[in-house]
């Protein structure tokens, strides 16, 4: 795709090609609706390939592939981020989807007095007649206005940006949040022998070791396939209590348990509030004398590329099941869009499945495009795995 003043056009526009905007692309091949997946990333797979070396998914292999592909492992491992990242490569070639990466997507809005989209990317523009924007709201991470405080020989970054040990100084190590990045993390960084400390509140934990013949079995079907994808869902009054206002909660723990931590020797405290004399403190007073900081406070939305009337005063996008409330957008992906298990490689497909036939009904009940349009739009459908 090359700059042009000369608008692309196409019924619709995929904008993320991870595990989401890829289970829209084969739910829309599968239906016969001409399309293009943008991401800004250099290969497909990349969101996975840019966290931290150590990372394994919490669910085994037989959970973790998209419609019509097995994930090529044994059923109970616990993929890698690197072999995830090469299934979701090796999915888009197998199904031929037309993704271009290094595609960064500036804006979406809608064109003056019309139902068209404009989709402004680094490389042009492109109407479309819908948007489905699959992408995960974890894009930006959130971090306390007092980490500025924070003295400057600190090693500061936020767990999105972490990769490997070899990032931080020598000494001490706080990570602030208790969740299962906060965990895992804290896991590899007090066997490199770091003084490792956790500060946050317990948000408890899967009462099994996932990795157990009973987890693997019997507890972890019933979390995976039951619990977190039928029971707690929107349907659901239980489901949508979970899910509050669509905020993202902080999912217990799931693999590394209080147990493990207090094993391997990683120190727990509470929330971190602030900081005194350049190093944070405690919600006790106690001043924590730390050679690295590592926040794992959560995520914003990232959104702030939609310039649309779709989203809350929390950021969060106003939606049913992924429909927005601006007719033609729709989302895939976000945390709890439908169930537990809809920000899960498991649960995405479903999700996708259900906002193409949306989209599917919206074209069919609008009126057909130009010739020029479907031209294109089918010469792209068709077409190999490209990249801009």
Known sequence: MSKSNEPERFPVVVIGAGQAGLSVGYYLAQQGIPFVILDANARVGDSWRNRWDSLRLFTPARYDGLAGMP??????????????????????????LPV????????????????????????????????????????KGRVPAFAAQIDSHVVQMHSIDYRRPSQLREGPVLLVGAGNSAAEIGIELVKRGHRTIISGPNVGEVPNDTASFFGLNIMGPLLTRVIFHRLLTTDTRLGRKARGGGKPHTAPLIRTKSKHLAAAGVERAGRTTGVRNGMPVLEDGQVLDVANVIWCTG???????????????????????GVSTEEGLYFVGLAFLYAMSSSMVHGVGRDAEYVVKAVAERLRAAKPLSSRTSERSERVSGSTLRTA
């Open 100 to 139: 271009r990466m290094g595609v960064r997507v500036d804006r979406v809005s809608r064109r003056a007095r019309g139902r068209t989209f404009l989709v402004e990317t680094n490389h042009g523009v492109i109407e479309a007649e819908q948007v489905i924007v699959a992408m995960a709201n974890y894009q």
């Open 299 to 321: 995520f914003e939305p990232g959104f702030s590329w939609i310039d649309l009337p779709v989203f809350a005063e929390t950021g969060f996008p106003l939606h049913t099941r």
């Open 71 to 96: 994930f090529p492992a044994p059923k109970n491992s616990f993929p890698t981020r690197s072999e995830m990242a090469d299934y979701l490569e090796a999915y888009a070639k197998k199904f031929n």
